[in-house]
């Protein structure tokens, strides 16, 4: 079976422009949670969306924007760039979110770099 | 709000010995679940092993065992028999249990443990 997919790899933009950042979970799952990581830190959570709707959502600006597809896949979308978005961006995908007996299964992410 | 601490950012150990990685967390909430993850340098977040907050018995995934404390907030990972391809940066993680449908299942992660295995 296919694990949790990222698109693209990595991307490179520059400051004030748009990014849009795609995940397909694992087939059957139905939570999609996004992650921040910057470098030589733990993931920081920005959003998760379960069946289809936002279901939480961490301390990030209103710039960061997400939303998930009635097949449950998900973008992740930030306007206006800042250096300080450079980061890798993770999607884990679970098949029932916030129940323990349903881990969180990660992607391989996507390095963004804003110069 | 919950907060993860790892107070060891580096650790090493030679092969086929036992480590032991440490986590400290913070939480008002009684039922919660507490993970350890590993990230090797291909950046995927791997699950290592689970613990559920209300079961007094310690997980053990094979090599992995953890020592959970919850009146002191702990929660250490053992590694036995240490291997090449542990070495790898390994995160713990909380998350407090929400109903099917629910608030955020969010996870709170410490900042990590980059752990070396030395042949």
């Known amino acids: 079976d296919a694990g949790v997919t990222q698109s693209p790899t990595h991307l490179i933009k520059t400051r004030g422009q748009h990014v849009t950042l795609r995940c397909s979970p694992i087939?059957?799952?139905?939570?999609v949670s996004w992650y921040q990581q910057v470098l030589g830190q733990g993931p920081q959570f920005i959003f998760q969306?379960?069946?289809?709707?936002?279901?939480g959502r961490g301390n990030f600006p209103d710039r960061f924007s997400a939303r998930q597809f009635p097949n449950y896949s998900s973008e992740l979308n930030v306007n206006a760039l800042l250096l300080g978005d450079s980061a890798l961006y993770l999607c884990?995908?679970?098949?029932?979110?916030?129940?323990?007996?349903?881990?969180?299964?990660f992607g391989n992410g996507t390095r963004l770099t804003v110069t | 709000a919950q907060t993860v601490t790892q107070s060891q950012p580096e650790m090493s150990v030679q092969e086929a010995e036992t480590v032991t990685l440490s986590c400290t967390y913070d939480t008002s909430e009684n039922n919660y679940y507490l993970f350890w993850y590993k990230q090797p340098p291909s950046r995927q977040m791997i699950l290592v092993i689970r613990?559920?907050?209300?079961?007094?018995q310690n997980a053990t995934e094979n090599r992995f065992s953890v020592n959970f404390q919850k009146a002191a907030k702990s929660f250490s990972l053992k590694i036995s028999d240490s291997q090449l391809g542990d070495t790898a940066m390994y995160f713990c993680?909380?998350?407090?249990?929400?109903?099917?449908?629910?608030?955020?299942?969010?996870?709170?992660f410490g900042d990590g443990t980059t752990l070396t295995v030395k042949p």
């Open positions: 613990q559920e907050a209300y079961k007094q």
């Open positions: 993680a909380f998350m407090k249990h929400v109903y099917l449908g629910g608030n955020a299942g969010k996870s709170t």
């Open positions: 884990a995908s679970s098949f029932a979110g916030g129940q323990g007996n349903s881990p969180l299964h």
């Open positions: 087939s059957g799952h139905k939570s």
């Open positions: 969306y379960y069946e289809k709707e936002e279901r």
